[in-house]
């Protein structure tokens, strides 16, 4: 019924930037909050950052200043521009999309996406 296809990822140098997008896709109204999340090697899945329709944000401790989450509600997409890039923010990242309305009427809840590697050099 939705899909969440995430793009932008790649292997970049300590202190440079990569552009992260997701679109969803499907019958959709409406989606609620949209979300970054991500998961290093041996570590738990952690929140980067959300954002809901409404445009409030939240974001982890470890980026924030460097990252900005944003979102097109026209398109259902969100992005993450991830500036100032170290090596401890290598890991998949993973969008998620939670509280999609669709047009007939039923709300979804806790979509993700595949992920995207993000690979940071040192």
């Known amino acids: 019924q939705v899909q969440l296809v995430e793009s932008g990822g790649g292997l970049v140098q300590a202190g440079g930037s990569l552009r992260l997008s997701c679109a969803a896709s499907g019958s959709i109204f409406s989606i609620n909050a949209m979300g970054w999340y991500r998961q290093a090697p041996g570590k738990q899945r952690e929140l980067v950052a959300t954002?809901?329709?409404?445009?409030?944000?939240n974001y982890a401790d470890s980026v924030k200043g460097r990252f900005t989450i944003s979102r097109d509600n026209a398109k259902n997409t969100v992005y993450l521009q991830m500036n100032s890039l170290k090596p401890e923010d290598t890991a998949v990242y993973y969008c998620?999309?939670?509280?999609?309305?669709?047009?007939?009427?039923?709300?979804?809840?806790?979509?993700w996406g595949q992920g995207t590697q993000v690979t940071v050099s040192s």
């Open positions: 998620n999309a939670d509280r999609i309305r669709l047009r007939v009427g039923v709300l979804l809840y806790d979509y």
């Open positions: 954002i809901t329709s409404g445009g409030s944000t």
